[in-house]
């Protein structure tokens, strides 16, 4: 997957913004919490997202998969995908938006309703 293609995809979520921070990071939230990353490896592209206990404990050794960097290190269950073989494109998508459906459903029952999230 493409930093563009990473980017449309996030684009398409309900309810998400887009900043390029942190040295240069494509960061994607939802009700203002980060929920994919975009970035943060010089020579290939790498994308970092929240995942589920399980899906952390499932992913954290898989080849091209590693916790991410920073946020894995405080105890967040972070993955980043960093190299081959790692996640194929459609499993990518798909660990994306449980991440951002893991992110929706910590914000306040107002802010999802704000959102159009559901109550």
């Known amino acids: 997957m493409t930093y563009e293609e990473f980017n449309a995809f996030c684009a398409?979520?309900?309810a998400t913004t887009h900043v390029v921070q942190w040295g240069g990071a494509?960061?994607?939230k939802v009700g203002g919490k980060v929920f994919a990353i975009g970035g943060w490896q010089e020579d290939r592209p790498a994308y970092t997202f929240k995942a589920s206990e399980i899906s952390f404990e499932v992913l954290k050794d898989q080849p091209?998969?590693?916790p991410a960097p920073y946020?894995?290190?405080r105890g967040l269950k972070w993955i980043q995908h960093y190299g081959a073989p790692g996640l194929?494109?459609?499993e990518l998508r798909d660990y994306l938006r449980a991440s951002h459906a893991l992110v929706a459903a910590g914000l306040s029952k107002k802010k999802r309703k704000e959102l159009g999230l559901g109550g």
């Open 88 to 90: 194929t494109d459609a």
């Open 64 to 66: 091209g998969l590693r």
């Open 71 to 73: 946020l894995a290190s």
């Open 26 to 28: 494509e960061v994607w």
């Open 12 to 14: 398409g979520l309900p």
